[in-house]
Structure formats: structure tokens, C-alpha cells
């Protein structure tokens, strides 16, 4: 457990997509040590396993997994009714699951998977009405917002998602909170071996903390803007970065 408090009751829930690895791992694991129970969601069931076992390691929170693409409309309708009887309501979500930034795909498609799987989740879960004190958090990135990458359909993702977020946060908020978190280059299982690339070297020297983030960094902010002491920001665009956009 922790001493950290940001005033989830203990009986709230979190449903968390991408929880298999990364992030998603990172913020189920802080989530279960701070009082909530935890729905992990993947496409991956061993590293969906192996989160369970962290959470239970490091808490005693209660755990409900499904294995399941968010971008298959039947699999996160049927997973939000079982995680909705599972853990007796959920309170907050957060969206991360996400392909990664150097997969090759069909521009139209990929943003489809990316805006659309945001959007669904987002619908499927305040269909089960999360109450008072709601919030979601979906992660975006830098890329797109901030910064223009190398692959289009990440870069145009990532700022729909915001876009899509200011829509919530702006006609929505009567349901729930809506904020992006915007992690910078962050150190999962995506990009092993980039700091001690050529660009990941070159990529280190702009960032002034000198250093990736951790997964935790990013974990720590989704959580504050989940938490009931963010219950006054709404709609905005957090990037957790190290000061790397302000030296582009
Ligand atoms: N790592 C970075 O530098 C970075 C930077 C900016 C934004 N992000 C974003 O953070 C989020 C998490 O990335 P990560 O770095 O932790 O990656 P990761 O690869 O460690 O974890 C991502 C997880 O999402 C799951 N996933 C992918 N598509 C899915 C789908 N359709 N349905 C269900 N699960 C799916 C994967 O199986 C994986 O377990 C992504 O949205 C990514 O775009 C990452």
C-alpha cells in the first residue's frame, strides 16, 4: 500500500485498457495500492495475468480481467456488463490501449481502431452510469499535439482523441470528467532499446529532465486527474514530458 491519499473511496472502481503491459500495467498497479478495485483489459492474456498478479502482490484490491480488442464492438459490450456485475459499478476509465506509433498500418483503419475504440469504450462505459464523481482519462500523447512525428495515422490519432475529449469535457461533463494525459517518450516494452539508439540518444539531449519517463510518471498523473482532488479540471491536456516540447 501506499501513504499517498487522492481521495478514492475505497469501494470505486477502475477500468483500465492496455493493462497487460506498459502504462496501463503501471496504472493498475498504483490504482490497486491506493484502495481501488481494478478491470484490466487486453488483448493479451498471459501479460493480463501476470498484471493480476502484480495487483494482488501489491494490494489486496479486487481484480476482474478480460481479454479482449477494444476496437470489437460485441468483446467491450459484453466485457462492460461483466466488469460492470464484477466489481459493482465503475467509477473511472481509463483509455490507453493503443497499437504502437512504428506499426505499419492503413491510415483510415488505424484511426478508426485508435478514435474509435476511445469512443466506444467511453459510450459502453457511461452507458452502465458511473455516478457521481465520474472521470475518464484517456492517454494521448504528445505526437499530434504538440509535436508532428513520423507516422501519420499516430500523429492524427492521438489529436482526434483530444479533440474527442474537449467534445466530453465541454457536453458531457453533467456524466463525467474527461482529461488526456500526453506521456513523451516513455520507457515500456514498445520502445526497449530506444534510449541507446542513435535517435533515442539524439531525442534524450532535447529532453531537459534528461531521461525517459516511467511508466509510473505517466500512471501517477492519470490517477490525479481521475482522482476526486482533480474534481474541478475538466477538458484538459496534460503532456508528461520532462520539458521536452518546450525545447522543440
Ligand atoms: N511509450 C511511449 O513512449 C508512449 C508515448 C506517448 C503515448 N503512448 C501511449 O500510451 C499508451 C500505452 O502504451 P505503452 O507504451 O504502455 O505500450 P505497451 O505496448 O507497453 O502497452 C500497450 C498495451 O495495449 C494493448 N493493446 C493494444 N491494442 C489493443 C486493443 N485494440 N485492444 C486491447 N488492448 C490493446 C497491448 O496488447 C499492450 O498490452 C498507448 O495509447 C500509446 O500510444 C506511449
Known amino acids: 500500500m501506499t501513504s499517498i491519499d487522492l481521495g478514492f473511496s475505497p469501494d470505486d472502481a477502475v477500468l483500465i485498457t492496455g493493462a497487460a503491459s506498459g502504462i496501463g500495467r503501471s496504472v493498475a498497479v498504483r490504482a490497486a495500492e491506493l484502495g481501488l478495485a481494478v478491470s484490466l483489459w487486453d488483448l493479451n492474456p498471459d501479460g493480463l495475468a501476470e498484471t493480476g498478479e502484480l495487483v494482488r502482490a501489491a494490494s489486496d484490491a479486487r481484480v476482474h480481467t478480460w481479454t479482449a480488442d477494444v476496437s470489437d464492438d460485441a468483446a467491450v459490450q459484453e466485457g462492460i456488463g461483466e466488469a460492470n456485475s464484477a466489481l459493482g459499478g465503475i ?13 505499419a498500418m492503413p491510415f483510415d483503419r488505424a484511426v478508426e481502431i485508435c478514435v474509435g475504440s476511445v469512443r466506444r ?24 499535439n504538440l509535436v508532428g512525428t513520423d507516422n501519420a495515422w499516430y500523429s492524427a490519432s492521438k489529436a ?13 461533463a453533467h456524466e463525467f470528467r474527461s482529461n488526456g494525459v500526453a506521456p513523451g517518450m516513455t520507457d515500456t516494452p514498445r520502445l526497449a532499446g530506444f534510449a541507446s539508439s542513435e535517435t533515442g540518444q539524439r531525442v534524450l539531449t532535447r529532453i531537459p529532465l534528461g531521461r525517459m519517463a516511467s511508466p509510473d510518471d505517466i500512471a501517477w498523473a492519470t490517477l490525479f486527474l481521475l482522482s476526486p482532488i482533480a474534481s474541478y479540471i475538466n477538458g484538459t491536456f496534460l503532456p508528461v514530458d520532462g520539458g521536452w516540447t518546450v525545447t522543440q
Open 121 to 144: 469504450m467511453t459510450d459502453a462505459w457511461a452507458s452502465t452510469g458511473p455516478g457521481e464523481g465520474a472521470a475518464m482519462v484517456a492517454t494521448t500523447s504528445v505526437a499530434g
Open 91 to 103: 467509477r473511472y476509465l481509463h483509455n490507453n490501449a493503443g497499437p504502437a506509433s512504428s506499426s
Open 160 to 172: 482526434a482523441i483530444m479533440g474527442y475529449i474537449r467534445h466530453l469535457a465541454a457536453h458531457r
